[in-house]
């Protein structure tokens, strides 16, 4: 019999719990910060810039972009948690650059008879996806802008660059 991945995982928290033992961390992110980033598996944000947990708000979607529902996620960071400052990280070698938004677009409009009401976030350029994203929520009534920068992560050496907006 096969363990699904899931099973696995609900192992490992089985094993987790039995470590962690109970602690209780404030709901506002020590740091005041919150992070737009990919939902890319291979970004450990945690190991890359040293935090712990209880530290940053993580909101994560594919390409780390400005969606609706990122800037509903930053707006109550905010708003309810006292972040003060955003950092966006997009990173190399990012699926979002492997194909053609409209192409895509019609695929799925064709396999699926509907086509998606949001943008997929196809781009060719990652600076200049970091510099429209840090753009799009300096723009944003719902963010404040006190401080929004905009990173580059490099997914096989780990090395963070900053994007001059």
């Known amino acids: 019999m096969t363990v699904s991945a899931i099973d696995e995982l609900l192992s490992h928290n089985r094993s987790y719990v039995k470590a962690h033992g109970h602690r209780e961390m404030p709901t506002v992110p020590r740091l005041h910060l919150a992070v737009l980033t990919c939902m890319d598996s291979r970004l450990d944000l945690f190991g890359a810039l040293g935090l712990d947990l209880g530290e940053v708000h993580l909101v994560r979607n594919a390409g780390g972009i400005a969606s609706d529902d990122a800037v509903r996620s930053l707006l109550l960071s905010q708003r309810l948690l006292h972040t003060r400052a955003v950092m966006v990280i997009h990173h190399t070698r990012c699926g979002l650059e492997s194909f053609d ?65």
Do not use: K, M, N
């Open 101 to 165: 938004e409209e192409t895509l677009q019609e695929q799925i409009t064709s396999a699926l008879g509907a086509r998606p009401p949001f943008r997929l976030g196809a781009y060719v350029d990652v600076d200049e996806d970091v510099r429209a994203t840090v753009a799009a929520l300096r723009a944003s009534p719902f963010i404040d802008g006190t401080e929004i920068r905009g990173f580059v992560f490099d997914v096989d050496d780990g090395e963070l660059r900053e994007i001059v907006v």
